[in-house]
T-cell receptor
């Protein structure tokens, strides 16, 4: 099956812990993205990567880190510096730097601080 | 800067009636406009997009959207709504420039009653 796989679906974090959300795609897409979704606020961009070994901060990058060592993988680490990490996290990808390209989304991961 | 406004938090319609979800945008230059749908606890599914050409765009599941440049709008429509259309709908815009970020509206919850 082609698509974007996020794991885990549900993750619980203790105060002061770093956690990593996995995102893998087999669509051969060059660009990958991480969005955060909070109720009533739509989606906000955390980080995006247009090519392997390169990534840029989005609108709310503080407290998050990413890597792009392989084309198909774009993991997101939520660090202890992120003070309010409880949210729904969405990974997405698109076929490259053309404005008309559609961004496709994974099924999302819930992160809850306990 | 680019932005999207979805003026209605909620839209309620009866099954079989027409459905309209409103979206207005702000962007420098020609816009690239997208509609997505999200079901509870799921990722976003792509419905349709406007890149150029015909102002009326047809998409998945019987949805269509009309691009109106003078009113900077991109309203989503369906002639006859189904109960299964009940979901959260997002409008998004991407403008020309050196980045490929997609900016989302806050979303509109559609409820179709039987």
């Amino acid at each position: 099956d082609g698509g974007i796989t996020q794991s885990p679906k549900y993750l619980f974090r203790k105060e002061g812990q770093n956690v990593t959300l996995s995102c893998e795609q087999n669509l051969n897409h060059d660009a990958m993205y991480w969005y955060r979704q909070d109720p009533g606020q739509g989606l906000r961009l955390i980080y995006y990567s247009q090519i392997v070994n390169d990534f840029q901060k989005g609108d709310i990058a503080e407290g998050y880190s990413v890597s792009r060592e392989k084309k198909e993988s774009f993991p997101l680490t939520v660090t202890s510096a992120q003070k309010n990490p409880t949210a729904f996290y969405l990974c997405a990808s698109s076929s490259g730097p053309t404005f008309g390209n559609t961004i496709y989304f994974g099924e999302g991961s819930w992160l809850t601080v306990v | 800067a680019q932005s999207v406004a979805q003026p209605e938090d909620q839209v309620n319609v009866a099954e079989g009636n027409p459905l309209t979800v409103k979206c207005t945008y702000s962007v420098s230059g020609n816009p690239y406009l997208f509609w997505y749908v999200q079901y509870p606890n799921r990722g976003l599914q792509f419905l349709l997009k406007y890149i150029t050409g015909d102002n009326l765009v047809k998409g998945s599941y019987g949805f269509e959207a009309e691009f109106n440049k003078s009113q900077t709008s991109f309203h989503l429509k369906k002639p006859s709504a189904l109960v299964s259309d009940s979901a959260l709908y997002f409008c998004a815009v991407r403008g020309p420039g050196n980045d490929y970020k997609l900016s989302f509206g806050a979303g509109t919850t559609v409820t179709v009653r039987a």
